[in-house]
């Protein structure tokens, strides 16, 4: 097989602060042996009964993030942020301690965000207190409020932004480079591995960092959410997140985030770090019409990213499938793999059930699981599968399956009409 | 082989004009979109000049597109308007009819209703099962509904575009590196053409406060419409203005089949990060001389080749002597520096954030086009800081074989890109 271009880019470092824990062996520990990461929803503020489960990031992790943000870096950091710089750590030690050799100047960073991560309505919360008045609220007074009394957050403009992973991961780890920051929901993912890739590439970067990193839970964010039917009741508890099961009744949202070390083959194989990974081809497209029905544009898009790699459908042993748990989303899917993969010995499998729906952050894990599977030649489970959505389709249920795979694809559908795949390869092959 | 780039259409909304003639005639004539201006409501707000686009003429002038008169945010309305406009100054009425064609847009803060905050409300605060319960009555045309990526989606929707659909957030750099990674793309032959540019509102309430508590925006009332004063002694912070500006970027050979003339050649896009601090810029501009290093080197063009800038260049009292040492550092050969013409569009056009440098490389493109230099309007007292030429009052003509179009973000982002005279 061949990848989109002559030099493979591989991934280096790993790094992910999920609601299933810290680092690439406790997801693969809650995957394997199908335990969902998914607690009953908390926020400061917040008090429902319709959101019963979240994928929230453990407290005690949370605690551990917030204390490697500069102190004086804090007051611009939401803890997602926090949770990024940690994550970050993580990949760039784990891409091994000669990354630093790089020059800053050739350092790239690109991040991934979605809306949701914006500043909230409770950034505004002391100033709406004082200026409600029954069923209006009084602008002048909530503006002397927020001006003048600190009734509103300061930094409330640059937690806005949306770019503030972007700036404060270059200043706490020294990245002068080429950058750029996506926000785009989920689907920021992969235009910003393809802008890194990119720039590797073509010689903008020697070593580039790839970030993905939000929250959904934000008051506005989940209201939309719900609204739109997309939210599962949770009646199983946090095993409710059925992934390709024709009883599915909506998805658990979460939060966390992933890093990843990126560099050129040869670039990384001369500094002596291990390639986890090779990024083979991505496609990234939009979709005419709802993300949530099936569109034959996601089977050609899949198809020209085999065609461009060279590789049959056949030689896939794994597919990381997307699997949001939400009955239009899943059997569009559904729909995608049968139109690819039906009765071809490729696996699907997901890790939705046990992270939930992770914005910026998803397709990074998911990619990171394609790693591990690779690693251990080992599949896990679609953890709550028990009726699927397709005979036609080797979803793997019950049991981890022991399986030795060199070609994988991730597949994503995001809330705002994208859909992408990432074709991966097994280092070595 | 990598591809030359061109700009064939280009389209712009702001409140200098709403098509690039008007903006252009305006820039040179030294005319200021600059205005008193106040929130709908709320007569004390510290902030009070801004530069929006006029309402009444944008439903004159666009009032009839049926696309146009949807739920949805400012900047997508005026984004929109200008793809429109960039597509018919390119002669495009179809553009698949291109190739494969992608869109990249820069953009900011969302902008979010603060009526939709009053669903929230009770007299205990905001609840959110208050909020539940009138979700039906959220405004469809903003915030929430409208993703970051709404315009980015809905351009590539409404002219089925099947190449890449990008938002970049890089705050104020945000429209230059969407047109610099356009050109980028072009250029390595991954798309045959990208519609690239920016578009930003941030005249609304809870933005403003956000702006006006970092101390980004001018209070004073020294100076009235003059208030945007880059490079002058009397400076005191940007003017938050609105719009958007988009352009159409062509590979040569897609130029070429279509016989049209270019405006001008994207040559080079240098990005960097100040790694410094996120409000403020490095005080000896070295992360903006770094973007400016790149984009040149990428451009294969030598320094003293360059003889315009337009500057990011915002009034404030940190960005402008920074920008200036940068300018310094990276045309220090021969002090070419001196023979530089450096101008600021932010002096009339006020500060379009993550728009910001859309139709300021509009400009740039017209500048090398014509061989005209807008001027720097409002310097009256130049700061010593501040030493270069910058074309202040009165615009010039010069030839411009190469210029530098500068954006400058909050956390430190910066983005250049390098522009040269067409020739075939």
Redesign the interface.
């Known amino acids: 097989m061949r990848t989109e271009n002559q030099e493979n880019i591989v991934v280096t470092g790993i790094g992910m602060v999920l609601p299933t824990g810290r680092g690439l062996n406790a997801l693969w520990s809650a995957w394997s042996t199908g335990q969902p990461a998914f607690f009953p929803y908390r926020?400061e503020?917040?008090?429902?009964q319709?959101i019963p489960f979240f994928g929230h990031i453990p407290e005690a992790l949370l605690a551990e993030a917030r204390q490697i943000i500069p102190h004086k870096?804090r007051r611009?950091s939401p803890d997602y942020t926090a949770c990024t710089a940690l994550a970050v750590r993580d990949a760039l030690e784990n891409a091994g301690s000669n990354w630093s050799d790089v020059a800053?100047?050739r350092r790239g960073?690109y991040t991934c965000?979605?809306?949701s991560t914006?500043?909230d309505?409770?950034s505004?919360?002391r100033a709406?207190?004082v200026a409600?008045q029954?069923?209006?609220?009084d602008?002048?007074k909530?503006?002397?409020e927020?001006?003048h009394r600190r009734g509103?957050?300061?930094?409330?403009?640059?937690k806005?932004?949306?770019?503030?992973v972007?700036?404060?991961l270059?200043?706490i780890y020294?990245?002068?480079?080429?950058?750029?920051?996506?926000?785009?929901?989920e689907?920021?993912t992969l235009?910003a591995l393809?802008?890194a890739c990119?720039s590797l590439r073509?010689d903008?970067s020697d070593i580039a960092l790839v970030v993905g990193a939000g929250t959904y839970n934000e008051?506005?964010?989940l209201?939309?959410h719900?609204?739109l039917g997309h939210l599962s009741p949770c009646h199983a508890g946090p095993h409710s997140l059925r992934s390709f099961d024709c009883e599915r009744d909506g998805t658990v949202l979460a939060e966390g985030a992933v890093a990843f070390v990126l560099e050129r083959e040869s670039s990384a194989k001369r500094r002596g770090a291990k390639p986890q990974i090779i990024i083979g081809g991505i496609v990234?497209?939009?979709l005419?019409q709802r993300a949530s029905m099936y569109s034959p544009q996601t089977g050609e898009a899949v198809r020209s990213l085999l065609a461009k790699t060279g590789v049959q459908p056949d030689d896939c042993g794994v597919i990381c499938a997307d699997g949001k748990g939400t009955a239009q989303h899943d059997a569009a899917e559904t729909a995608l793999l049968e139109s690819l993969f039906a009765e071809t010995s490729v696996s699907v499998t997901s890790l939705r059930p046990i992270l939930g729906v992770l914005n910026a952050a998803g397709p990074l894990a998911d990619i990171a699981g394609v790693s591990a599977m690779f690693h251990k030649e080992a599949i896990p489970p679609i953890a709550t599968l028990r009726h699927p959505t397709s005979a036609r389709i080797d979803f793997v249920q019950g049991a981890v399956r022991q399986k030795s795979c060199t070609v994988g694809i991730t597949l994503h559908t995001s809330f705002?009409?994208?859909f992408g795949a990432l074709l991966l390869v097994r280092p070595g092959v | 082989m990598p591809s030359r780039v061109f700009v064939t259409g280009m389209g712009v909304v702001c409140g200098l004009g709403l098509d690039w003639p008007t903006l252009w005639s305006n820039l040179l004539a030294g005319r200021s979109a600059i205005r008193p201006w106040q929130?709908p409501?709320?007569?004390?707000?510290?902030v009070r000049y801004a530069a929006p686009v006029d309402d009444h003429d944008f439903a004159k002038r666009f009032g009839d597109l049926p696309h146009l008169k949807q739920p949805m945010e400012r900047r997508v309305r005026f984004g929109l308007a200008a793809t429109l406009d960039a597509l018919a100054d390119a002669g495009v009425k179809n553009v698949s009819t291109l190739g494969t064609v992608g869109v990249a847009v820069g953009?900011?803060?969302?902008e979010r209703d603060?009526?939709?905050?009053?669903l929230?409300?009770?007299?205990q605060?905001?609840r959110?099962?208050e909020?539940?319960r009138n979700?039906?009555h959220?405004n469809p045309g903003t915030?929430?509904?409208c993703?970051?990526?709404a315009l980015?989606?809905r351009i590539?929707?409404h002219h089925?575009?099947?190449g890449?659909?990008?938002?970049?957030?890089?705050?104020c750099a945000g429209a230059t590196?969407a047109i610099g990674?356009g050109f980028?793309?072009i250029r390595?032959n991954?798309v045959s053409a990208m519609l690239v540019g920016g578009a930003d509102s941030v005249l609304n309430?809870?933005?403003m406060?956000?702006?006006?508590?970092?101390g980004?925006p001018s209070i004073s009332d020294q100076f009235g419409d003059r208030l945007c004063r880059p490079f002058d002694k009397d400076r005191s912070g940007f003017v938050a203005a609105e719009g958007a500006g988009m352009l159409l970027l062509e590979s040569e050979q897609c130029a070429q089949a279509r016989g049209v003339t270019p405006y001008a050649e994207i040559v080079g896009f240098g990005?960097?990060?100040?790694?410094?601090?996120?409000?403020a810029p490095h005080p000896s501009g070295t992360?903006a001389a770094?973007s400016m290093q790149?984009a040149l080197s990428d451009a294969h063009v030598e320094p003293t080749a360059v003889t315009c800038i337009n500057a990011h260049g915002t009034s404030t009292p940190l960005n402008d002597p920074a920008e200036t040492l940068a300018i310094k550092t990276i045309f220090a050969t021969d002090q070419h520096y001196q023979r530089l013409m450096v101008t600021a569009n932010k002096s009339m056009l006020g500060h379009l954030i993550a728009a910001a440098g859309a139709p300021e490389c509009i400009a740039t493109v017209l500048s090398v086009r014509e061989g005209k230099i807008p001027p720097t309007i409002n310097l009256e007292n130049p700061d010593p800081a501040c030493d270069l030429d910058y074309v202040p009052n009165t615009a010039r003509q010069k030839m411009v074989p190469v210029a530098l179009s500068n954006s400058f973000?909050?956390?430190?982002?910066n983005a250049t890109l390098v522009v040269r005279r067409y020739e075939n």
């Open positions: 926020h503020r917040i008090r429902t319709k870096l611009f800053e100047e960073l965000q979605s809306d914006s500043a309505i409770f505004f919360v709406l207190e409600y029954t069923n209006r609220i602008f002048k909530f503006t002397q927020s001006l509103s957050d300061p930094f409330l403009a640059i806005n932004l949306s770019n503030n972007l700036a404060l270059s200043l020294r990245f002068r480079g080429d950058c750029g920051a996506y926000v785009q929901d689907s920021a235009p393809q802008r990119f073509h903008y008051a506005m964010v209201t939309e719900y609204k990234n497209t939009p005419d705002n009409g994208f | 929130l409501g709320i007569t004390d707000f510290p953009s900011g803060v969302p603060p009526d939709d905050f009053l929230a409300l009770t007299a605060g905001p959110w099962d909020l539940f979700k039906a959220l915030g929430l509904t993703g970051n990526d980015a989606m590539a929707a089925c575009l099947k890449p659909v990008l938002n970049i957030s890089t705050a590196h990674l980028r793309m390595r991954e309430l809870p933005t406060v956000g702006l006006h508590l970092l980004a990005s960097s990060m100040d790694a410094y601090r996120i409000t992360g770094l790149r973000g909050f956390g430190g982002l």
